[in-house]
């Protein structure tokens, strides 16, 4: 039973610590804007959605190779993301600068 209930809570909880760093964090939303943060090396983490086109998807992961910065992997689609984000638009890619109260990038780094 532990192992059913510790997938879901991931799920959940990427989702909550999202909402926290939305609430007290800085962040850029969008494609150009994360290329933008990666180049200048600011960003600390990196979110995709699911559906993110191929090109664009290797595109990012190489820009954060280069600046040592974590890539995590949206479960959801772009609509997903952006509801977890707490928008009412389309976000398929997001970079974390600051991630605030939230634990998040300790928890991904953890993760991989």
Known sequence: MA???????SGESINQKLALVMKSGKYQLG?????????????KLVIMASNTPPLRKSEIEYYAL?????VEHYKGDNIALGTACGKYFRVCTLC??????????RSVSESQ
Do not use: M, N
């Open 96 to 105: 974390i600068t600051d991630p605030g109260d939230s634990d998040i990038v």
């Open 66 to 70: 280069l600046s040592k910065t974590l």
């Open 3 to 9: 192992p059913k209930a510790t997938g879901k809570k």
């Open 31 to 43: 494609y150009k804007t994360t290329l933008k943060t990666l180049r200048t090396g600011k960003a």
